[in-house]
Each structure stands twice: as structure tokens, then as C-alpha cells.
């Protein structure tokens, strides 16, 4: 067995089944502002894994954190086998050129086009002659639907599109995994939908990992296999989708079924109204 | 005791900002040998940082040439010196105004947008999404700026000096009537290539070092927002300036004692 597949014992998930990721024991904070608090989290290898709970609980923060962009103050995240952490800054990338990104905003650059985007981290990490680079790039951006958008720039694009192309150049480099930063967020129907099918699709089709960071209920547990809701630093609950939309867990379910109060008050804390009201000054 | 905690807190907290730019000095500093096998990173932003700068630059040079020799018209001709007009002209562009004002002028443009550029980069996620390419946004995008702006700085100075001496030149033979040839003669005999010329790159590099490293350190330091990104920007602006004028007093102090 290799060192990165040792077998989980967590959850529902099946007996033996090899884990790309494992999180053990981890802790961070910003400040006084505690955000992960003892999280243990593993992530299977071929399956779609969502990360969902509410703003503000570090699902982002959780995903630099396996890119190694951010550092736990205790805890281990393993990638591959590899203690992403403990790396040198040549070996850490040369991890990141198996591990595909999606950010919220695309993070596309935004002063070269379509085209020259995906063809972005070709043309640093191999010798591809043009023509070959030229076909790879073409292919990438036909399996996203954009190849007739491959002259157009960045701010040319909407916000679905500039998903879609930063998907294309996340997989440029045929890698293990893809972890996706809310990608759903601010998306009309029609791109929604096509995302929701391309994330799945591109799993199934390329062999991927997916890790999906997302707070969309529905479209999300449409295509996960694995869900982990996290808040207040601590995984409340994981299993497969429909096994937490039926959850007897009133945290769970507030969350699942998007209702307005329950564990998560509707209010910030804050004084009595009245007390508050007559006060006078803020 | 409150206000000498406050102080200790905030020289702590200056020491670590240094502490900062110089690790990512050292850091621009390692990503330079890559630009030999990359020189077309470099040339794009000796465009951007140099040629776009060239407009602001030459108007300036040629109207502070005007205005240097003009008043040094009024003051000289009191002495009945006039015919030391060009050398005064030429020895003030060369030692002093040429690499200054281009480095006040070069941190408002370039050194502005070189802050907002990577600031921006920055809030819009591009270097975290350069970072998660296995592809180091210090190598790629802050090397090649600094030393386009370290090699644009005495250029853009050299120019400065140029076109100043051409409008004093107007303002004093054309409009003033300073013989043609004592003004060229007298700044050929008197101008020295050590003490001016040499000194003036001398200053002009060393400016450009520090204005550059300046704006890029801003632009990656800055908070990732848009009221960060503004900050930053002035705070390039303010502290090149601050360092400017400082540091033309050491230099002055060290070449001129």
C-alpha cells in the first residue's frame, strides 16, 4: 500500500477505500480568531468531497491551507503521502503542479487572453513545442465549451466563463486533484448548471479528486459523494449527501435546509433591544 | 506608560516591516538569474516602467532646464557672469536635479503603478493563482519590475539632464543672448567626468534601487482590498520621496566633502 493510501475508518465511507488528503488535529487562527479547532478530515481519492457550513467558518482558509499557502499552528495535512508543511519551497511545487485550483474569482491574468491563460502553466513547466502546446490548449478549453472564446480577455468574459477558463487552466497540467473555492457563488441558472455538470464530468472523466468548498446546498450534494459540514472550527457531521439532508442533527438540518434560526440564531448577539434602544448614544 | 508601550509597539512593528522588505529583497535578489533565460519578462516592463515614463520625464527636463537658467541668468549677470550660465546649468542637472527630480517623478508614475499593479494582482487572487501554478509570483512578476526600474532610473535621468541643458540653452542663448559658443565651450572645459557625471549615475542607480524596491514591496504587502491597494500606493509615493531627498543628502555628503 502506498503511503498515501492508508485506509479510513471515519464515517460511512467504505472499508479500504485510499485517501488523497488527511487532515489530522488541525488548529489555526487569525488573531485572537480561532478558525479550525481540532479538524480531522479525510478526503477519498477519486470521489467529489464538499467542504460546505455557513460564511466566515474558513472553508478558503481550509483549502490554502492543503495548498500550502497558509501554514496550521498545529496538525498535519497530508497530500499524496506528503506532509504538505514540512516541505522545501522546490518540493511544495512540485506537489502544486499535481493540484488544480478554481478561486472564487477566476483569478484569471488579466493581460493575457483567453488562449494565453490556459497556456499559462504549459509554457512554465514544459517544453511542448507550439503546435503540440497549441492542441493541448485547444482540447482543455473545448472541454469547458470555450474554445471559440480563445481570443477573448479576461474582462471580455462573464463571471461563469472566467469559471470555466480557470477551470481549463487548472487541468492544463493533467493534475491528481482539483479543489474548488465556492464556485457556484453569484452564478445565473444557466452557468450554474453548467458548472455543476462540468465539475462532476471532468472527475469522472479525467480520474480527479475534487474538492468542492461550497455553501450552495442543493447544487453541491447534487454532485458530492462526501459531505463535511464544518462551523466554529469543528467538522458537525459528514456522510454522503442525502444522509445529511435527512440528519437528525438540528444544526445539520438548519444548515441543509437553509432555515432561518435554530443552533445559528437569526441575531448577532447583542444587548436587550429595549436596554439598547433607550440608552441613548451607540 | 501607556504611550511608551504604544511607541515600543509601533518601533516593533517598523522593525518587522523592514524585516519584511529586506527578506523579499533577497528574494527579488535570487529571482534575477532566471531573467537571463527570460529576457523578454524584463523588456516588457522596461517598457512599461522606462519608455511610458519618457513623456513626463523630458517635458520636466526641458522646463526645469528653462526655469535653472533663467533665474541663473538674473543672478550671474549681477556679477557680470553670464557666461558661466551653461556650467551652472549643466553641474546642477548633472549632481543634483536631474537624478532627483527623476526619481520624484518616477516614483509618482511608475512607482504608483508598479504598487497598484501588484496590489491588485493581489486582491484579484492572480499571484495566489500564480502560487497554486507552482509558478513564484516573486520570480515572475516582482523580479523583472525591479530591475527594469533599477536599469529605467539612471536612463531616465540621463535624459532629464539631456533635455534640461537643451532648454537652458534656449532660455539662455536664444532668449537671453549668452554667447553660443562660451556656453558649450565653458561646460566642456568645466564639467568633470568623475565629480558630475559619474557621481549623478551613482545617485540615479542608487535611487532607483530604493524607489523600486519601494513599490514593489507596497504592492505585495498590501492589504487585498481596494482601500489596501490605495494606501499603498501613496504610502510608495510618500516613503520614496522621504528617501529620496534623504539620501541625496548622504550621497551629497559622501561625493562632495
Known sequence: MRQGQEVSVAGSRPPGEPMLVKIRDLHFSRGDRKIFDGVDIDIPRGRVTAIMGPSGTGKTTLLKLIGGQLTPDRGTIEVDGLNVHTLGRRELYRLRMRMGMLFQSGALLTDLDVFENVAYPLREHTRLSESMLRKLVLLKLEAVGLRGARHLMPAELSGGMARRVALARAMALDPMMIMYDEPFTGQDPISMGVLVKLIRQLNDAARLTSILVSHDVEETCAIADLVYVISDGRVIEQGPPQQLLESGSDWTRQFMHGLPDGPVPFHYPAPNLARDLFRGAA | ?257
Not at chain 2, 501554478?133 to 536599469?151: H, S
Request: hydrophobic fraction near 55%; aromatic fraction near 8%.
Open chain 2, 1 to 257: 506608560m501607556e504611550a511608551l508601550a504604544r511607541l515600543g509597539a509601533g518601533w516593533i512593528r517598523a522593525v518587522r516591516h523592514l524585516g519584511r522588505a529586506l527578506l523579499l529583497l533577497l528574494r527579488i535578489l535570487e529571482g534575477q538569474s532566471e531573467l537571463l533565460q527570460r529576457p523578454r519578462l524584463l523588456l516588457e516592463q522596461l517598457f512599461s516602467v522606462g519608455v511610458l515614463t519618457v513623456l513626463i520625464i523630458a517635458v520636466s527636463g526641458l522646463f526645469v532646464g528653462m526655469v535653472l537658467s533663467l533665474q541663473g541668468y538674473y543672478i550671474l549677470s549681477q556679477f557680470a557672469a553670464e557666461s558661466a550660465l551653461g556650467v551652472m546649468v549643466a553641474a546642477s542637472l548633472l549632481r543634483e536635479l536631474g537624478p532627483v527630480v527623476t526619481a520624484l517623478l518616477f516614483a509618482g508614475r511608475a512607482g504608483s503603478a508598479l504598487t497598484a499593479e501588484i496590489g491588485l494582482m493581489k486582491a484579484t487572487e492572480q499571484l495566489s493563482g500564480l502560487e497554486m501554478m507552482a509558478v513564484d509570483p516573486v520570480r515572475r512578476v516582482l523580479a523583472p519590475r525591479f530591475l527594469a526600474g533599477f536599469l529605467a532610473m539612471p536612463l531616465l535621468a540621463a535624459l532629464f539632464s539631456a533635455l534640461g541643458v537643451l532648454g537652458g540653452w534656449f532660455v539662455g542663448v536664444g532668449l537671453l543672448g549668452v554667447d553660443d559658443g562660451t556656453w558649450w565651450v565653458q561646460m566642456q572645459a568645466r564639467i568633470d567626468w568623475n565629480e558630475d557625471l559619474a557621481n549623478g549615475v551613482i545617485k540615479s542607480l542608487v535611487f532607483g534601487f530604493v524607489c523600486t524596491w519601494i513599490a514593489v514591496f507596497q504592492g505585495y504587502n498590501s492589504l487585498p482590498t481596494s482601500a489596501g491597494v490605495s494606501r499603498a500606493t501613496t504610502r510608495t509615493v510618500v516613503h520614496s520621496s522621504l528617501a529620496v531627498l534623504g539620501l541625496d543628502f548622504v550621497l551629497t555628503a559622501l561625493m562632495f566633502k
